[in-house]
């Protein structure tokens, strides 16, 4: 049992195969993407191995303590940045083999023209808690 | 009446649903129903007979939903609706519980969530909270893992070995949120000891009772971890620690040794030294070797290296760990702390760095990033 994070990102990731914009997608390529998206998840619930699924705006704010006294600085976004996270799913698995195959499932989401868009994905494991016996 | 003693009923009385011609799925839901209400009712009135108590309710439970599916499905069932006593459950029935909830064709995940419902009497939220997952996936993990044991012929006897891995994965997962699945562990492995007589069900327990000795000085305060040989061997649980080592002395008495016993007399050596200093390291050893023969493991022959390292000195452990693949988890933690004590802080720093980057959970990886933090310090100065 371990748990795994999917990472996708808006921009920082390798170019994907079917790498067209979602804004030059139809409506409904749109619509059958979301829905791929939900019923993945649905599915995961169904086996028993979803933990949970969320979605970041593309645009956030840069915030750092500035000492004693002083609210703390924001700035950004930077347009250098070049990683930026688009969101995530986690999931708990038996197997790291488990975690691949559901991620090459998730990459499978159709995008333009209805084929898959063979999407780079993150895969990190989670660290885990300590466990009791060791020696 | 502790929510524990409730629990301990769990299996028996599933059991005599079972044997009076309950289908698994269905009586497991039923008793967990009992469960539940036995946990609001029981605290104003404490039934005479509490397993008695629970077999009407989960019965009178199963028998709700049997009729409302039968309407449901309009169509005939075969329960009937006031059985007599029936034949008495007898250990057997509780046992082959045991044995369905580890079936080996459940994936590990699945058995530890069906052990700690069906068995354990925990309840699906419960078990979510402890395994950081959500309810409604831990709903659905056990219902699929009921569907498929459900065509597992009841009366046929399974392998003690497949519940005792269950049980050590619980028990090594620790504890998290509410509820404690080291202790769970320990009363479902006194529990199985009870109905089945087994050298390595007792070993198991052995094992787990020395280990849970020392979980109070397992941790500093700060959460961190503290490691074996700095414990303060004070605060090991001695009650503990002796129940452990009775167990385990009855059991290697037996002469059919297997990993938890060897395991077990691994950590009964550690409990018999007052100070670390005055471990016998030639001993744990050689029952390390007793363990590579019966297990094959890559932690034990880690292990091993490391009391080699004590036992003979760290360069024979460095020895052993070339021996070793230097791809398996801990290799380059064991490799810092060995050129440690032979005195290559330079290396060990080093590696302790190294192996915190590959550490698999957060306190090791804490400890060692303090462990390299230590070295470097040391060596500035």
């Known amino acids: 049992m371990a748990k795994y994070l999917l990472l996708k990102h808006y921009r920082g990731a390798p170019a994907a195969v079917n790498d067209v914009p979602m804004a030059q997608w139809t409506p409904e390529e749109i619509s059958a993407h979301v829905q791929y998206m ?19 705006a593309p645009e956030g704010t840069w915030v750092r303590y500035d000492g004693e006294g002083h609210p703390p600085v924001t700035d950004g976004p930077f347009a250098e940045t070049k990683d930026v996270i688009a969101g995530w799913m986690v999931i708990d698995v038996d197997t790291h083999e488990r975690a691949v195959e559901l991620a090459g499932e998730l990459s499978a989401a159709p995008g333009a023209g209805g084929k898959p868009i063979h999407e780079w994905l993150e895969l990190r494991p989670f660290l885990t808690g300590a466990h009791t016996i060791t020696e | 009446m502790s929510d524990a ?15 009076r011609g309950a289908d698994f799925a269905a009586a497991e839901d039923a008793v967990q129903d009992a469960l539940i209400e036995a946990v609001r009712v029981w605290p104003a009135e404490l039934p005479r007979d509490p397993k008695g108590w629970l077999v009407t309710v989960a019965w009178r439970r199963f028998l709700d939903a049997t009729r409302a599916d039968t309407a449901r499905r309009r169509r005939e069932d075969r329960v009937d609706e006031e059985p007599g006593p029936g034949p008495a459950p007898t250990v057997d029935d509780t046992l082959q519980l045991y044995f369905l909830c580890a079936h080996p064709s459940l994936t590990p995940s699945s058995a530890v969530a069906l052990t700690l419902r069906a068995v354990g009497g925990l309840t699906t939220r419960q078990i979510a909270q402890a395994y950081l997952v959500p309810e409604a996936t831990m709903a659905q993990r056990i219902s699929r893992a009921k569907r498929t044991v459900s065509g597992v012929r009841f009366d046929k006897a399974g392998d003690v070995a497949t519940v005792l891995r269950v049980f050590y994965l619980v028990f090594n997962e620790g504890y998290s949120g509410d509820v404690d699945l080291a202790a769970e562990a320990i009363r479902l492995t006194r529990q199985l000891a009870a109905v089945i007589d087994h050298p390595e069900v007792a070993g198991l327990l052995a094992l787990m009772l020395l280990h849970h000795a020392r979980r109070a000085a397992r941790t500093a305060p700060d959460g961190s971890l503290v490691p074996l040989a700095e414990q303060d061997r004070g605060r090991w649980d001695t009650e503990s620690i002796a129940e452990g080592v009775e167990i385990l002395q009855a059991a290697l008495a037996r002469d059919r040794l297997g990993e938890y016993q060897a395991q077990a007399a691994v950590a009964a050596l550690h409990a018999d030294a007052p100070i670390a200093a005055e471990t016998d390291w030639v001993q744990i050893v050689e029952w390390y070797d007793e363990l590579a023969r019966l297990t094959d493991s890559p932690v034990v022959r880690l292990n091993r290296a490391v009391a080699v390292g004590e036992a003979d000195g760290p360069r024979a452990g460095l020895a052993a760990l070339a021996a070793l693949d230097d791809a398996l988890p801990r290799h380059t933690a064991v490799a810092a702390y060995l050129h440690e004590r032979d005195g290559d802080l330079a290396t060990a720093a080093r590696l302790y760095a190294e192996a915190a980057q590959k550490a698999p959970n957060l306190a090791e ?15 500035r100065r």
């Open chain 2, 5 to 19: 003693l409730v629990r301990s009923l769990t299996p028996s009385v599933l059991g005599i649903l079972v044997r």
């Open chain 2, 365 to 379: 990886r804490d400890h060692l990033t303090r462990q390299a933090a230590r070295l470097n310090t040391r060596q």
């Open chain 1, 38 to 56: 939900q019923d993945f998840a649905d599915r995961l619930e169904g086996t028993g191995e979803f933990v949970e699924s969320q979605a970041l």
